[in-house]
Structure formats: structure tokens, C-alpha cells
């Protein structure tokens, strides 16, 4: 457009309304156009101090969205509300608590074992379980890297343990607690507490100084318990047996009365705090109850006086082992039993295994000629001899499948059934047999019943944990050499309580009391319980078991008798010998021999009975009246003079050995 040019008017465009026009002016029918486009440099711009319009989008959505969001973090911290506080809650709560509260056993005091007088053979003594806490032995809590190695090098020679089982130990994930050793004594328990003393003095001048403070004994513990101790050392240590080495009964009368000595542990809970106990928290605590206090038949005196005996002679003789047996003949209470080699049940490391039982019980073998107290007890019972019965006595004897012969030999013997047990003749104790039935197998049926009524197969009485009931096969098992070899002690097998307690049966006027080692138990409360009164049986009549006695005195007294070593002055002594053939457990063949001695005194009013057996002697005799006779002696004599037992003053029957044909 020109200058010259006047300006055109601007009319409004269809649909637009001009300035002042009211909407009703705008006309109602008129079809609207689209306007044409206008480029931007040609569109109107907003009036000067008008600002431009900002169109917002719809909230709505967005508040829905978030609403929703924070409905659900709510529902879901709801859900878990409901489900700790309601559903889980115990749950919680115990694993609250068992974080929160220590609980450790209160082991109860072990009961004492003593002999007949009070005095200990088992004891126990204040002790101490020495413990750690795993998590004080880490980096964080311990100020230090290698805690548990260090702190098992320290402790290691204290304890007796391996540094790296130690070290494994303090580094037991997910607990707060581990034993490191049990029953540690006094002194080891102060040693361990000076050490913690000056490493934590140690830490707390590092920290002074603006250090870490390292302590890598802090989470060491201890808890009282107690440690078993035998004051005799290896004294009755067949008999009592040994504890583990969690102070359980694990041999002998420490295993078979375990219930009894063990008593019941309490229990003490507390709540801790850095492995340390929370004084003002409370704490529960159930009583420990003591065991029980046992008090054997055992005199230790006597059994002191038997154990040097056959101590000695095994050593001696070079034998593989020995046993005496010392026993009340009117009670059946065992005085003594003593082994040799024994062991030292404070320092089992050092003990061997094949000494570790109770070898008097245990061990089985052929008692020999000391059997024949059985077979000359049958004869006078059934009747079918007398002591002055003649009884001639050829070298040998052929009977079944074999040729018999005594020990030594001899031209042809007149003896009387005395004489046959005093001289310890095989042959004549045969033939004599032979006459308790009309034929052999009767006989022998005879023959095994006393053998049964004596004890022999079966068990003595005691209980005591891994006894042998000795090897007696029925007479229909009998082979043809049994058949003569048994009334003479070969071919069955005892222990050494059972061959003690046939000659107490003699003694005590042909009754039998089984076996006692107990006498009672003395509770928690001081009441004393004795033991169950033992069982006695009639085996023999008083007359038969009188003259059993005095023929017994003939083998002692009589210069012609195997016993004479065992004779006591002052008293009279009745007993016999026993040499067998021992059968060798590692073969099962014959090799070598057992030497025994069994007897009483008084002989006229019995008090006392000893037995005693030695095992394979390789050096010097191995008669039994030459090796075991003189221990007989010794341990009799000791017991007499124990038990104030004076002699009879009476003077001895004097049965006659040998006859004139």
C-alpha cells in the first residue's frame, strides 16, 4: 500500500464480532468459516500489559495415582503390623528372648563312691567349663583382625588343646556361646583370668593414647562345674571304673550307678549384654540336686594289701595278669578285688586298654584243681563216699577216648577221698565221680547240678557292667573227654568272684550269698539306703560243709597236701591249689597255664575267703601252690589282723591222707 493511499477498514470476518457488539447481535444462522492461516509474523499480538494465558492439565489423575500408591505402602505396613504383632508374635518374641537371655546347665555335684568306712575312692572337686563368645572375637567387636588366632595361641598351652581348634572355635558363626574346655582347674582358670586382666589393662593405655583399644580376651568365660578325682590313684580302679570326658560314667561302678552319682543338673537364665550378665534384669534358677553318695563292701586297707600282693607276683612271675578276691564268707560282702596291671583313672592317657576293665569279672579261663571242691562236695552230698573212703589211684587211667594222668608221676597211690583232694589227684577225683550215678551220663548230670547250685554259668549277682557268666555247657553237650575232665576243672570256664564264691559257699556252712560290692547309698538329704539284702541258697548241708572243711585243712597241714605255703601260724587255714592249662585268647589254643589258690580262715568257724589266680607265668614256678599260696598267705593274714579276727585256738581234725591196702 501507497502513502498517498487511505487506509482500509478493517472489517471484522464472518463469526467475529466487532468492538461494542453484544453476542445477541451476531447473526444467529450464519454458517461459520474456517479462517485461512496466518503466519505467525501476521497473527495478532496480545495488547501491551496483558500477559498471555497457561493452560494446566486435569489433576485429578495424577492425586488418584498417588493416593493409590501410598494406600498400598499403607496396606502393606499394616499387613506386616498384623502379622508381627498377631501372627508371629511368639515367634518374635522368642527369638527376642533367646537373644536377649543367656541359659546355661548348673551340672550337679557327682555323688562320692567310698569304701565300707567313709573313706573316698571317688570324689569331685570344684572345677571350671571355660567358654567363649564368638561374635567378641571378631574384627569389630574385638579391635583387632586376627582376634581368634591370637587368642587361640594363647591358649592353647593352658588348655591342652590344638590352637587351630581353638581357633575354629572362636570363629563359630551365629552364636554367643562355645565350650573350649571342660573341667579346667583353679589354677588354669586364674591363669586365664590374670591374662584377660592385663590384656584389658593393655587396651585401655592404647585407647589413652588414641588407639583402637585392641582386646583379643574379652569374650572369655568361665561356669563353675567339677572335675572327678581318684585320692588313691589307681586303687580299686577295676572296681570303681572312670567317668568321660563329660563327666559321665564310663567304666566300672561309675558307669553301672551313673543315675544314681549323677544327680540331676539345674539350670540357670539370665539376661545378657555384650556377652555380660544384666544385674538388674532378674534371673531364674532351678537347682542343681547332688548325686547321690555310694558306699561300697570295698575295705581299703585290705584291698590296699591285695592289690601289692599280686602286683608283685605278676611282675615277678612275668605273667600276663592276676586277681584276688577277698570276701565276708557270712555276708558275701566283697572285701578286696584287685587286678594286676591296673590303671590310673586320673590320667587315663597313660592307661592301656587292656587293663582298663575289671579283669576279676571280665576275664574267663579253666579254674583247674580248685574245682574240685565241687566235685568232692557232690560225692559227700549224694552219699557215695566218705572222707575215709579208699580210693586207689593207678598212673594212669584210660577212660572215653583219652589216658589220664595226674600232674606228676607216681606209682599206684592208696589214698582216702581225703587223701585225693589233699594230694590234688585228677584220677582219683574221676573215679570218685563216677560213683554218683549208675552210669556216666547220670553221672554227670549229678555233677552239673551242683556245679549250677555253686554259681558256676551263671551270673554272680553284682550287675557289674561287662561280667562274664563263665562257659558251662549242659552234660548232654558234654564231649567224651569232658565227661572226665570237668570233675577236675578243665573243660568249663569261670571269672574269679565265681571260683571265691564257692569256697564262701564251704564256709558259711554250705549256703550261698551271692556276691555283694554295695552296701547302700546316701541321698541328698543325708538318709542312708542300704542295699538290697543279696539272695541265699542251700546248696549244701551244714554236715557235708564241715567235713568239706576239714579235708580242705588237710591239704594245708598235712605235709603231703599242695598247700602248705599258705599255712598261717596261729590259725587253721583250709584251701586248695589249682595249676590248669590255659587256653590263649589270641589262638584259642592251650599255651601255658593258670595258677590259683582259693581258701578260708578260720577253717573250724570261717570269717574270711581269698582267691586269687594268676594268668600265664612265664618265669619261675607255675604251680599254683608255689605262686599263689604265698599271696593267699600275705592277704589273709592282712585281713585277720584288719578285722581283729583271733584264731579258734582248736586244734585241726587230722583226716588221714593215704591208707594200707
Excluded at 45 to 57: D, E, F, H, Q, V
Excluded at 608 to 619: F, G, R, S
Aim: proline residues 8%.
Amino acid at each position: 500500500m501507497s502513502p498517498q493511499e487511505p487506509p482500509r477498514r478493517r472489517v471484522p470476518g464472518p463469526g467475529r464480532p466487532r468492538a461494542g457488539d453484544r453476542p445477541s447481535d451476531r447473526p444467529a444462522s450464519r454458517p461459520r468459516t474456517r479462517p485461512a492461516v496466518r503466519s505467525a509474523a501476521a497473527r495478532p499480538r496480545p495488547a501491551a500489559g496483558r500477559a498471555a494465558t497457561i493452560r494446566l492439565g486435569n489433576p485429578k489423575p495424577r492425586l488418584r495415582l498417588v493416593g493409590i500408591g501410598l494406600t498400598l505402602v499403607l496396606l502393606a505396613f499394616t499387613v506386616r503390623l498384623l502379622q508381627v504383632q498377631a501372627v508371629d508374635a511368639s515367634e518374635f518374641t522368642a527369638q527376642a528372648q533367646k537373644n536377649r537371655y543367656a541359659k546355661y546347665t548348673l551340672a550337679a555335684e557327682r555323688g562320692q563312691i567310698t569304701d565300707r568306712t567313709g573313706i573316698a575312692l571317688a570324689t569331685s572337686v570344684d572345677a571350671y567349663d571355660i567358654t567363649a563368645d564368638p561374635t567378641m572375637f571378631t574384627p569389630k567387636e574385638s579391635k583387632a583382625l586376627d582376634a581368634p588366632e591370637q587368642a587361640a595361641a594363647l591358649l592353647a598351652p593352658l588348655l591342652g588343646k590344638d590352637a587351630k581348634e581353638l581357633t575354629a572355635r572362636f570363629k563359630t558363626p551365629n552364636t554367643k556361646y562355645v565350650v573350649l574346655a571342660r573341667r579346667q582347674t583353679p589354677q588354669v582358670w586364674n591363669q586365664i583370668k590374670d591374662l584377660k586382666k592385663a590384656f584389658a589393662e593393655k587396651a585401655e593405655a592404647d585407647k589413652r593414647r588414641g588407639g583402637p583399644g585392641a582386646n583379643v580376651l574379652a569374650g572369655l568365660f568361665q561356669e563353675p562345674s567339677s572335675k572327678r578325682v581318684y585320692p588313691n590313684g589307681d586303687l580299686a580302679a577295676g572296681i570303681i571304673g572312670y567317668v568321660n570326658s563329660e563327666g559321665k560314667g564310663a567304666g566300672g561302678l561309675e558307669s553301672a550307678l551313673d543315675e544314681k552319682l549323677a544327680g540331676q543338673d539345674g539350670e540357670l537364665r539370665y539376661a545378657q549384654a555384650g556377652g555380660r550378665r544384666v544385674p538388674t534384669a532378674g534371673s531364674h534358677e532351678k537347682p542343681a540336686v547332688p548325686g547321690s553318695d555310694i558306699e561300697l563292701t570295698i575295705d581299703r586297707d585290705i584291698q590296699w594289701a591285695a592289690q601289692n600282693a599280686i602286683t608283685e607276683q605278676v611282675r615277678k612271675s612275668a605273667a600276663d595278669r592276676g586277681y584276688v578276691v577277698v570276701q565276708d564268707t557270712r555276708t558275701g560282702e566283697i572285701l578286696a578285688m584287685a587286678n594286676a596291671p591296673g590303671f590310673d583313672p586320673n590320667d587315663l592317657s597313660r592307661a592301656r586298654s587292656a587293663a582298663m576293665g575289671n579283669a576279676a569279672l571280665q576275664d574267663v579261663y579253666e579254674p583247674g584243681s580248685t574245682a574240685k571242691v565241687i566235685s568232692m562236695a557232690a560225692v559227700l552230698e549224694e552219699k557215695a563216699a566218705g572222707p575215709l573212703t579208699h580210693v586207689t589211684v593207678p598212673n594212669r587211667l584210660h577212660r572215653g577216648d583219652r589216658l589220664f594222668k595226674d600232674d606228676i608221676d607216681h606209682p599206684t597211690w592208696y589214698l582216702t577221698l581225703n587223701g585225693v583232694l589233699a594230694k590234688s589227684s585228677n584220677i582219683g577225683t574221676i573215679l570218685a565221680t563216677g560213683q554218683l550215678g549208675k552210669t556216666q551220663s547220670d553221672a554227670n548230670d549229678v555233677l552239673y547240678s551242683y556245679l549250677t547250685k555253686f554259681g558256676l554259668g551263671r551270673p554272680t549277682g553284682l550287675d557289674y557292667p561287662g561280667e562274664s557268666r563263665g562257659i558251662l555247657a549242659k552234660p548232654r553237650e558234654w564231649s567224651t573227654s569232658q565227661q572226665y575232665t570237668i570233675p577236675f576243672g578243665q573243660g568249663l570256664s569261670v571269672n574269679a568272684v565265681q571260683a571265691a564264691s564257692v569256697y564262701s559257699t564251704v564256709a558259711n556252712g554250705g549256703v550261698r550269698i551271692e556276691p555283694t560290692l554295695v552296701r547302700g547309698s546316701k541321698g541328698p538329704d543325708g538318709r542312708f539306703t542300704p542295699a538290697s539284702a543279696p539272695e541265699r541258697t542251700r546248696v549244701i548241708s551244714e554236715g557235708t560243709a564241715k567235713t568239706l572243711a576239714a579235708m580242705l585243712e588237710s591239704v594245708v597241714d598235712d605235709q603231703e597236701g599242695t598247700g602248705t605255703k599258705a599255712r598261717i601260724p596261729g590259725y587253721r587255714v583250709g584251701g586248695k591249689t589249682g595249676t590248669s592249662n590255659r587256653v590263649d585268647p589270641a589262638t584259642g589254643r592251650y599255651k601255658g597255664y593258670t595258677a590259683s589258690f582259693a581258701g578260708f580262715a578260720p577253717a573250724d568257724n570261717p570269717r574270711i575267703t581269698v582267691y586269687c589266680a594268676i594268668q600265664n607265668p612265664t618265669k619261675g614256678s607255675y604251680f599254683g601252690g608255689q605262686i599263689c599260696g604265698p599271696i593267699y598267705k600275705k592277704v589273709m593274714e592282712f585281713a585277720l589282723k584288719t578285722l581283729q579276727i583271733a584264731p579258734t585256738g582248736a586244734p585241726p581234725a587230722g583226716l588221714p591222707v593215704t591208707f594200707t591196702p
